[in-house]
């Protein structure tokens, strides 16, 4: 079964542009989350979706969305971007068997790393 | 203030040796607990997830601890190898599946 993929793997950009990533979670799953990864802050969580609906959503500001298709994939947009946006954007899908809490396993993609110059 | 901190910051240790990693919490409420690997330019793997019942772990040479009184978890990594060279990241989830994220532990093992 192939894992989750994102494209691209890298990007350049320059401030004040806009930005789209794209995940393709795990056949079968979901539920997708994305995180925000730099070496000062480490790990952030931006938003969850299921069933196109976001579920769950972190502490960025409204520059930051994200939708996800009925096919389960999923995309998140950056818009006016900054220096301080420059980062690895994770995705990671997990079955989202129902019930809560949740302990599905997540399984992550390899990135996007985004450079704003 | 919902937060995870990890200790120690990084650490170098011999291969096949031994190594503890600790990570204390303040979250509530308390859902479960996850350690994940991250190998340099990839993304993390899930080692381990533990829920408020459980208080020890294995996944191969990982063993995760919880302490949910004290608010601690421990992973300890068996024989090192060199391929336990990564990033060990905490993460507790609370409330509405919430989460809070440790700095990472930085593990260097050396021949």
């Known amino acids: 079964k192939a894992g989750v993929t994102q494209t691209p793997r890298y990007l350049i950009k320059t401030r004040g542009q806009q930005v789209t990533l794209s995940c393709s979670p795990i056949?079968?799953?979901?539920?997708v989350s994305w995180y925000q990864q730099t070496p000062g802050q480490g790990l952030q969580f931006l938003f969850e979706?299921?069933?196109?609906?976001?579920?769950n959503k972190g502490n960025f500001p409204g520059r930051f969305s994200g939708r996800q298709f009925s096919n389960s994939r999923s995309e998140m947009n950056v818009s006016t971007l900054e220096l301080g946006d420059s980062a690895l954007y994770l995705c990671a899908s997990s079955l989202a068997k129902g019930g809560h809490p949740s302990t599905d396993t997540q399984y992550f993609g390899p990135g996007t790393r985004l450079t704003v110059l | 203030k919902n937060q995870v901190e990890q200790s120690p910051q990084s650490l170098i240790i011999l291969e096949g040796k031994n190594c503890t990693l600790q990570c204390n919490y303040t979250v509530s409420p308390f859902s479960n607990l996850r350690w994940y690997k991250q190998d340099t330019g990839r993304g993390p793997v899930s080692l381990t997830i533990m829920t408020f019942s459980e208080n020890t772990k294995s996944n191969g040479r990982y063993t995760a601890t919880l302490d949910a009184d004290t608010k601690q978890s421990s992973l300890h990594i068996t024989a090192s190898q060199l391929s336990d060279s990564a990033s060990y990241i905490c993460?507790?989830?609370?409330?509405?599946?919430?989460?809070?994220f440790g700095k990472g532990n930085q593990v260097v093992v050396i021949p």
């Open positions: 979706y299921f069933s196109e609906t976001q579920r």
């Open positions: 056949s079968g799953h979901r539920s």
């Open positions: 993460v507790a989830f609370y409330g509405n599946n919430r989460l809070a």
